[in-house]
């Protein structure tokens, strides 16, 4: 028998909206700092802690959260008040709270790639976050297999290759972060394509010596997906 190819999909920012709805929760939060620091000063402290605290909390709403309270201790050197750490938790609760957005023309393109394709959605964060998304999301009917993984890196994609017995070169993975969807993959030796959202977080940034001699397709709308993956698997 033989298995269709796997198509690895990434969630945030790929088949939902994400970092938009983080965007306008740090513009309330360098509103509410700017009586101690700039906009810039605020930004720059919190991406520093979410960066460092990676590794204590991994990624997500709480992580967000817990990093802005810290930043905000530190840049008002201890001044913030209780009522103004509740204001930090309650943006923070609103994000957890928002109905999933799907991007325009994911559910109908799922539609077609379940055709092709076993569809894996990956997505990283915290579990508890993911998967009330997934479940939310409307789509999960469309998945082959769901996985919720702690980071994205070529160790992580490696292991669930083979836990579900899947051949690098049967597997192509599309997202919107080149360095958790497109790098690590291609490291392996698997395919990945890029579809850049228009707001990215700042980690997910890729700095220019990691993508030297590096070659991906880059798409302007997951509608395009199933013609470039049909000319490259019939090819
Ligand atoms: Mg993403």
Known sequence: MVHRPVLGLDADDTLWENQA??????GAFRQLLSPWATGEQVDASLLSLERTNIGRYGYGVKSFTLSCVEAAINLTEGTIEAHQISQILSTGQALIDHPVE??????????LLGESHRLMLITKGDP???????LNSGIVDHFWAVEVVREKDPHTYGALLQQHRVEVDQFTMVGNSVPSDVLPVISLGAQAVHIPHHTTWGHEHADDASLVGVDFPVLDSFSELPALLAGRFLA
């Open 128 to 134: 508890t976050d993911q998967h009330r998304k997934i």
């Open 21 to 26: 709805h983080f965007d306008t929760a740090q």
């Open 102 to 111: 799907l991007l325009p023309t994911v559910a109908d393109t799922l539609h």
